[in-house]
């Protein structure tokens, strides 16, 4: 293996460690705005297998961005399923008006 790569795979396990430290600390009452964060996140990354597919590298290139397209969608799609889920928890019921008392009419005595 070359350092290069050497260096890459570092990179990747401590994101991965990073990563998933940070989200088993986040109280659930932020946990919304992140996934919204996150669904951004995977935005850029679909831009970016986008780029992979369509540069022409080869078909094993393009077939790994296919891949990389596809799974970037289905989880910008799942976020903001999950999100919306969310955030109608948290939405309040139209109040409705109580019901309204007939009025009293004098009996004669």
């Known amino acids: 293996m070359s350092a290069l790569t050497i260096i ?14 940070v989200i088993t600390r986040v109280p659930p009452l932020l946990h919304t705005p992140l996934m919204s964060a ?5 935005g850029i990354s679909l831009v970016g297998s986008l780029v992979a597919a369509g540069a022409d590298h080869g078909r094993l290139s393009t077939i790994l ?3 990389a ?16 889920r969310m955030l109608r928890m948290f939405r309040r019921e139209p109040r409705t008006p109580p019901p309204a008392v007939p009025p009293t009419t004098p009996t004669a005595r």
């Open 8 to 21: 890459q795979l570092y990179v990747f396990v401590l994101a991965g460690f990073v990563g998933y430290q």
């Open 65 to 67: 961005g296919f891949i």
């Open 38 to 42: 996150t669904n951004a996140i995977s």
């Open 69 to 84: 397209v596809t799974c970037a969608t289905i989880n910008i799609v799942g976020g903001f399923l999950i999100t919306d």
